[in-house]
């Protein structure tokens, strides 16, 4: 059983503006200071933005109880302070030129990344996985990767962006597009190959160390996993749940057919490439690349295929009925990317900040 882990990036907004609010410090030192289950929060790029890391987990019922409680005392300090903590990708609103978090790595990530700065107010949700050694991991990534845009558009969560539709689902990705390393890895030789070209990177294009190489699916530098960072930040901790046991079973599938040899799905960069830039217009609601026969397909069927290549490890740790489920609720609901656009057609702005702060800690 594959050990996981969550990280979630959330943003604090001011109700009446859905503008940010700049109590990311604030709020950091009043959670870190009173609770075990908040030991892992910690600042994010953005005085709006907190991250909080998960403990490692193997069961889902442990994530569930762990997401909701933290969710619910975040949500606590939020309204102590008179915002809302969102899981969005992207706020509904900005202004200016946002306030970069006073710590030496991020003001270096600022001088680095100059204009692209002001854009740079997006919230991502990252599941790493267990790995037996960096060799698994790499052959695993060069299986999984043909999954990236299947999962992105389960996560879409950012159409709004200067108070307006985008038209994409996943306004978030767009602006990822622009970093020097981002979209999905390439295929690599083996782990020696992997960080022989990871460490060519660094000092190109702003990547000023390895933990700036922002690939959709890495190796972490810091724990033994692969982390799969392509979803957006989600509304309530049931859809982060989703994509994390989705993940879970797709990375311990990959390990095995690495393991054993069989080969990656064959697919050519380019398509993949623009498989992903179509999953973050579409989301859910239209059609998506299915890796297997490299056509677009409707969205539900390449879910199916997903679950399908999948379908062993999720029914080994019992989770065939828990993400049946989740997926139901989700064609239910809709995306975070849905249902933020019908509360918007439904009452505008407020009725938006209604969905955000109710979503924050719903548990079904």
């Not at 994530?63 to 899981?87: E, K, P, Q």
């Not at 969005?88 to 204009?115: D, L």
């Not at 689902?169 to 999905?184: D, F, K, L, N, P």
């Not at 439904?346 to 719903?362: D, E, S, V």
Request: aromatic share 6%; charged share 25%.
């Amino acid at each position: 059983m594959r050990t996981f882990g969550i990280e979630e990036e959330f943003i604090f907004l001011k109700p009446s503006t859905l503008q940010p609010a700049n109590v990311g410090d604030d709020v950091h030192a009043e959670l870190r200071g009173r609770s075990p289950v908040s030991r892992f929060v910690s600042h994010e790029f953005l005085a709006s933005q907190i991250e909080r890391s998960t403990p490692v987990f193997d069961r889902f019922e442990q994530a569930s109880a762990d997401l909701l409680a933290f969710r619910s005392r975040l949500a606590r300090a939020a309204l102590r302070r008179g915002v809302l903590a969102a899981g969005v990708g992207a706020p509904f609103q900005t202004e200016g030129w946002p306030e970069v978090t006073n710590v030496e790595r991020y003001h270096t990530v600022e001088t680095e990344f100059r204009g692209l700065v002001p854009d740079h107010l997006i919230n991502g949700l990252h599941v790493h996985v267990g790995i037996p050694s960096r060799e698994a991991g790499v052959q695993a990534l060069n299986r999984v990767r043909v999954w990236l845009p299947t999962l992105l558009a389960l996560a879409v969560n950012s159409p709004f962006w200067h108070g307006a539709d985008t038209g994409f689902s996943s306004w978030r990705s767009v602006h990822m597009r622009r970093w020097s390393t981002i979209g999905c890895p390439p295929i690599f030789a083996d782990a020696a190959d992997y960080d022989r070209r990871i460490r060519r990177l660094v000092g190109v294009g702003g990547t000023y160390d390895l933990r700036t190489i922002w690939w959709n699916a890495r190796l972490a530098e810091d724990h033994p996993t692969v982390e799969i960072r392509v979803c957006d930040a989600q509304l309530d901790a049931p859809s982060t749940l989703l994509l994390a046991a989705l993940t879970r079973a797709a990375v311990t599938t990959a390990l095995r057919d690495g393991e054993t040899d069989v080969a990656p799905i064959d697919i050519a960069p380019e398509l993949l490439d623009a498989g992903l830039w179509h999953a973050a217009r579409e989301g859910m609601e239209s059609t998506l690349l299915n890796p297997v026969s490299g056509a677009l397909e409707s969205a539900s069927a390449v879910t199916a295929a997903l679950q399908h290549y999948a379908g062993d490890a999720i029914d080994e740790v019992g989770n065939r009925d828990r993400i049946e489920a989740l997926l139901a609720r989700s064609r239910r609901l809709g995306t975070g990317a849905e249902r933020q656009r019908a509360a918007i057609r439904a009452g505008g702005q407020p009725a938006l900040a209604a969905l955000l702060a109710q979503a924050l800690t719903a548990h079904d």
